[in-house]
Protein backbone atom coordinates (compact mmCIF):
# COMPACT_ATOMS: atom_id res chain seq x y z
CA UNK A 1 0.00 0.00 0.00
CA UNK A 2 2.75 2.33 0.21
CA UNK A 3 3.78 2.72 -3.13
CA UNK A 4 0.04 3.49 -4.09
CA UNK A 5 0.34 5.86 -0.34
CA UNK A 6 3.03 7.68 -2.46
CA UNK A 7 1.53 7.84 -6.05
CA UNK A 8 -1.90 9.40 -4.05
CA UNK A 9 0.11 11.59 -2.62
CA UNK A 10 1.60 12.82 -5.10
CA UNK A 11 -1.17 13.20 -7.48
CA UNK A 12 -3.55 15.18 -4.80
CA UNK A 13 -0.68 17.69 -3.93
CA UNK A 14 -0.78 20.27 -6.23
CA UNK A 15 -4.30 20.69 -5.36
CA UNK A 16 -4.04 20.35 -1.67
CA UNK A 17 -1.56 23.14 -2.32
CA UNK A 18 -4.46 25.63 -3.67
CA UNK A 19 -7.39 24.36 -1.84
CA UNK A 20 -7.19 23.00 1.89
CA UNK A 21 -10.27 21.55 1.58
CA UNK A 22 -8.72 18.80 -0.66
CA UNK A 23 -8.85 15.52 0.81
CA UNK A 24 -5.30 14.53 0.96
CA UNK A 25 -4.04 10.71 1.47
CA UNK A 26 -5.79 10.25 4.68
CA UNK A 27 -8.57 11.99 3.66
CA UNK A 28 -9.32 10.38 0.85
CA UNK A 29 -8.51 6.71 2.15
CA UNK A 30 -11.18 8.08 4.88
CA UNK A 31 -13.81 8.61 2.28
CA UNK A 32 -13.22 5.45 0.50
CA UNK A 33 -13.90 3.29 4.22
CA UNK A 34 -16.97 5.26 4.41
CA UNK A 35 -18.06 4.15 0.88
CA UNK A 36 -16.99 0.61 1.34
CA UNK A 37 -18.69 0.24 4.22
CA UNK A 38 -21.85 1.80 3.46
CA UNK A 39 -21.47 2.11 -0.79
CA UNK A 40 -23.27 4.91 -2.48
CA UNK A 41 -23.31 5.34 -5.59
CA UNK A 42 -21.54 8.35 -7.50
CA UNK A 43 -20.82 9.65 -10.47
CA UNK A 44 -17.21 9.98 -11.18
CA UNK A 45 -17.47 13.72 -11.22
CA UNK A 46 -19.73 13.65 -8.29
CA UNK A 47 -16.81 11.67 -6.26
CA UNK A 48 -13.67 14.29 -7.72
CA UNK A 49 -16.14 17.21 -6.40
CA UNK A 50 -16.21 15.82 -2.98
CA UNK A 51 -12.69 14.91 -2.99
CA UNK A 52 -11.43 18.07 -4.35
CA UNK A 53 -14.17 20.07 -2.55
CA UNK A 54 -14.78 21.70 -5.88
CA UNK A 55 -15.70 20.97 -9.22
CA UNK A 56 -12.20 19.70 -10.40
CA UNK A 57 -10.80 19.87 -14.51
CA UNK A 58 -8.49 16.71 -14.26
CA UNK A 59 -6.69 15.84 -17.29
CA UNK A 60 -7.75 12.87 -18.75
CA UNK A 61 -4.46 11.22 -17.77
CA UNK A 62 -4.47 12.20 -14.41
CA UNK A 63 -8.08 11.10 -13.91
CA UNK A 64 -7.59 7.83 -15.21
CA UNK A 65 -4.47 7.21 -12.76
CA UNK A 66 -6.65 8.59 -9.88
CA UNK A 67 -9.58 5.98 -11.17
CA UNK A 68 -7.17 3.24 -11.02
CA UNK A 69 -5.28 4.23 -7.34
CA UNK A 70 -9.10 4.83 -6.06
CA UNK A 71 -10.08 1.44 -7.68
CA UNK A 72 -6.73 -0.20 -6.20
CA UNK A 73 -7.70 1.27 -2.29
CA UNK A 74 -11.04 0.50 -1.90
CA UNK A 75 -9.78 -3.20 -3.02
CA UNK A 76 -7.51 -3.31 -0.18
CA UNK A 77 -10.17 -1.31 2.29
CA UNK A 78 -12.60 -4.06 1.40
CA UNK A 79 -10.12 -6.70 1.86
CA UNK A 80 -8.64 -5.35 5.35
CA UNK A 81 -12.06 -5.55 6.42
CA UNK A 82 -12.71 -9.63 4.94
CA UNK A 83 -8.79 -10.42 6.36
CA UNK A 84 -9.57 -12.28 10.05
CA UNK A 85 -6.07 -12.24 10.35
CA UNK A 86 -4.71 -8.90 9.78
CA UNK A 87 -8.19 -6.99 9.96
CA UNK A 88 -8.59 -3.66 8.70
CA UNK A 89 -6.60 -0.58 9.61
CA UNK A 90 -6.84 3.59 9.23
CA UNK A 91 -4.30 4.72 6.85
CA UNK A 92 -3.13 6.46 9.75
CA UNK A 93 -3.43 3.86 12.23
CA UNK A 94 0.17 4.75 14.08
CA UNK A 95 -1.76 8.25 15.33
CA UNK A 96 -4.71 6.71 17.30
CA UNK A 97 -2.78 7.26 20.02
CA UNK A 98 -2.78 11.08 19.32
CA UNK A 99 -6.29 12.11 19.29
CA UNK A 100 -4.88 15.68 17.91
CA UNK A 101 -3.28 14.25 15.19
CA UNK A 102 -3.47 16.15 11.35
CA UNK A 103 -3.44 12.51 9.79
CA UNK A 104 -6.16 11.13 11.88
CA UNK A 105 -8.75 13.89 11.96
CA UNK A 106 -8.18 14.37 7.99
CA UNK A 107 -9.06 10.33 8.08
CA UNK A 108 -12.06 11.32 10.09
CA UNK A 109 -13.36 14.52 7.94
CA UNK A 110 -12.73 11.90 4.85
CA UNK A 111 -14.94 9.48 6.39
CA UNK A 112 -17.51 12.19 7.30
CA UNK A 113 -17.63 13.83 4.33
CA UNK A 114 -19.06 10.55 2.09
CA UNK A 115 -21.19 9.17 5.54
CA UNK A 116 -22.80 13.05 4.71
CA UNK A 117 -23.52 11.61 0.90
CA UNK A 118 -25.82 9.19 1.89
CA UNK A 119 -26.65 9.92 5.39
CA UNK A 120 -30.35 8.54 5.36
CA UNK A 121 -28.91 5.24 4.17
CA UNK A 122 -26.66 5.29 7.27
CA UNK A 123 -29.62 5.94 9.16
CA UNK A 124 -32.08 3.34 7.88
CA UNK A 125 -31.45 0.74 9.89
CA UNK A 126 -29.70 0.61 13.49
CA UNK A 127 -29.97 4.20 13.76
CA UNK A 128 -29.41 4.43 17.46
CA UNK A 129 -26.16 1.76 17.11
CA UNK A 130 -24.94 3.83 14.13
CA UNK A 131 -25.27 6.76 15.86
CA UNK A 132 -23.38 5.83 18.74
CA UNK A 133 -20.64 4.20 16.82
CA UNK A 134 -19.90 7.29 14.41
CA UNK A 135 -19.41 9.36 17.90
CA UNK A 136 -15.65 8.37 18.05
CA UNK A 137 -14.93 9.60 13.97
CA UNK A 138 -17.16 12.56 14.47
CA UNK A 139 -15.00 13.33 17.48
CA UNK A 140 -12.19 12.76 15.87
CA UNK A 141 -13.04 14.46 12.43
CA UNK A 142 -13.20 18.11 14.76
CA UNK A 143 -16.10 18.94 12.24
CA UNK A 144 -18.74 19.18 15.57
CA UNK A 145 -16.22 20.84 17.70
CA UNK A 146 -18.55 23.66 18.60
CA UNK A 147 -21.28 21.42 19.71
CA UNK A 148 -21.96 21.75 23.59
CA UNK A 149 -21.65 17.66 23.41
CA UNK A 150 -18.19 17.12 21.92
CA UNK A 151 -16.92 20.14 23.55
CA UNK A 152 -17.43 18.45 26.85
CA UNK A 153 -15.94 15.10 25.29
CA UNK A 154 -13.02 17.12 24.50
CA UNK A 155 -12.60 18.42 28.34
CA UNK A 156 -11.53 14.83 29.22
CA UNK A 157 -8.37 13.99 27.17
CA UNK A 158 -8.47 10.30 28.39
CA UNK A 159 -11.95 9.91 27.71
CA UNK A 160 -11.40 11.58 23.87
CA UNK A 161 -8.18 9.15 23.53
CA UNK A 162 -9.98 6.14 24.44
CA UNK A 163 -12.63 7.29 21.87
CA UNK A 164 -10.35 7.59 18.97
CA UNK A 165 -8.45 4.32 20.17
CA UNK A 166 -11.97 2.93 19.24
CA UNK A 167 -12.32 3.73 15.53
CA UNK A 168 -10.80 0.23 14.20
CA UNK A 169 -13.13 -1.53 16.15
CA UNK A 170 -15.81 1.18 15.55
CA UNK A 171 -15.56 0.39 11.95
CA UNK A 172 -15.39 -3.28 12.00
CA UNK A 173 -18.96 -3.23 13.80
CA UNK A 174 -20.03 -0.90 11.07
CA UNK A 175 -19.21 -2.47 8.32
CA UNK A 176 -20.81 -6.02 9.90
CA UNK A 177 -24.04 -3.79 10.41
CA UNK A 178 -24.22 -2.52 6.93
CA UNK A 179 -22.46 -5.80 4.75
CA UNK A 180 -22.92 -8.98 6.96
CA UNK A 181 -26.06 -8.25 9.04
CA UNK A 182 -26.81 -11.64 9.99
CA UNK A 183 -23.57 -11.88 11.62
CA UNK A 184 -24.33 -9.13 13.96
CA UNK A 185 -27.28 -10.93 15.56
CA UNK A 186 -26.71 -12.83 18.81
CA UNK A 187 -27.07 -16.45 18.27
CA UNK A 188 -29.12 -17.82 21.34
CA UNK A 189 -28.62 -21.49 21.23
CA UNK A 190 -28.94 -22.18 25.26
CA UNK A 191 -31.64 -22.84 27.13
CA UNK A 192 -33.69 -19.17 28.69
CA UNK A 193 -33.15 -19.39 32.51
CA UNK A 194 -35.69 -18.00 34.65
Not at 70 to 92: K, P, V, W, Y
Not at 96 to 116: I, K, P, R, S
Request: glycine share 4%.
Amino acid sequence: MSNTRASVEALLQPFTEKNEGTLDYHGLHGFLTALTICPTVLTEQERNENIFDSEAKLPVATAKELNHLIAHMQTAIDRGFNNEEEGFSLSCEAELEDHDDEALANWCTGFMVAHFLNEDAWFSTNEQEVCELLLPIMLASGLFDDEQEFKDIRKDSKLTEDMCSQIPEVLMELYLIFNAPEEKKPHNTGKRRL
